[in-house]
């Protein structure tokens, strides 16, 4: 069972945001005017969970990459006791052989989203390395808090590690991965899936990830009313996962929030990114030093300038490009492509 940590370091003096890069800015600036970086509170929670108008969620026509994939949603059991879970499957048509899978947990601050949101990106990343991605559907807090999310989504791995041969699917080339609270939940699973001795997991992806309930760190209290999701919404999605005041105490588990493990070794290889100018940074880098201190593997870059998500609105920024391509270069070496 992993152990946790409760303490943090003592407070360090905090200067202004750092500057945000200045191809990202105007549209951030545009954005902000729209939705304001504190704008989730737990008394509106299903009105932010309606579509953002001109924001389309993708269709199997579109996830199909025209018809490199095979689209298929598919409910498997869910944790001993709960309901089913939905799975989104995309297999390669024509692949000759066993391919290597992205297992994959949407972001959205553990209150919003689906399976389907972010898979787009996912699909970018993968489609030119033949890989099949699985998009898991976890249920969301505050309806169902910790440790329902994680545990569907550990579930849902299971269940793709156990019938990796009937989807043709490598079982030893399984990358778990996802973005902001997906990323959180992907390192929660690849902590489970280590202390339960579960499905082998080759490597983790975790972009901008959500892994720290204190919410107290020098960038979250830099980019408090800055930039997109700040530690205003941050409190917002760990309150409604853990429930109230439990948030920031000691009982919190390493599952819910993976930076109160205390021990980050034996994980898989690890890519970390981030923007030097969002919330998450400082939580982030530290994990990633952790998992160093610990003799791991991992690789980390820090955006600078990056605001959260910057690589999915501005997708065709300068530096979007080169974060997307540094994660297209770490995933070709997981896989010896």
């Not at 946790?4 to 750092?18: N, R, W």
């Not at 059991?77 to 989104?88: F, K, W």
């Not at 997109?228 to 819910?256: C, F, K, M, Q």
């Amino acid at each position: 069972m992993t152990t946790q940590i409760t303490d943090q370091s003592s407070a360090q003096p905090v200067g202004p945001p750092p500057p945000f890069d200045p191809e990202l800015a105007p549209v951030l600036e545009i954005l902000t005017s729209l939705r304001s970086p504190d704008a989730y509170r737990l008394d509106n929670i299903v009105e932010m969970r309606q579509p953002v108008p001109g924001v389309e969620s993708p269709t199997d026509e579109v996830l199909s990459r025209g018809g490199t994939y095979r689209v298929e949603e598919r409910a498997v059991p869910g944790p001993d006791g709960e309901p089913d879970i939905s799975l989104l499957i995309c297999l390669p048509k024509h692949a000759s052989t066993p391919t290597p899978a992205l297992y994959h947990i949407h972001g959205g601050g553990m209150i919003v989203g689906d399976n389907r949101f972010g898979l787009v990106e996912m699909l970018n990343l993968t489609e030119p390395m033949g890989m099949a991605v699985v998009s898991v559907e976890y249920r969301l807090a505050p309806e169902t808090p910790h440790p329902g999310p994680v545990e569907d989504c550990y579930a849902g791995l299971v269940w793709v590690s156990d019938h990796a041969h009937e989807l043709n699917i490598d079982p030893e080339r399984i990358v778990v991965g996802g973005a902001s609270a997906g990323g959180g939940l992907a390192a929660g699973v690849t902590l489970m899936a280590r202390d339960r001795y579960g499905p082998a997991i080759l490597a983790q992806l975790l972009l901008s990830p959500m892994l720290d309930d204190r919410n107290d760190s020098p960038s979250a209290q830099q980019m408090r009313g800055v930039g997109i999701w700040d530690s205003s919404s941050n409190e917002t999605g760990w309150n409604a996962l853990l429930g109230d005041g439990v948030r920031g105490g000691p009982d919190v588990a390493p599952y819910a929030a993976p930076s109160r493990a205390a021990d980050l070794s034996g994980l898989p290889s690890t890519f970390i990114d981030v923007g030097s100018a969002e919330t998450f940074r400082d939580e982030d880098v530290a994990y990633a030093s952790r998992i160093w201190q610990a003799g791991g593997r991992l690789e980390l870059h820090v955006w600078p300038g990056g605001f959260h998500g910057f690589d999915v609105v501005v997708p065709h920024a300068v530096m979007s490009q080169d974060a997307i391509a540094a994660r297209v270069a770490w995933l070709r070496r997981q896989l010896l492509v």
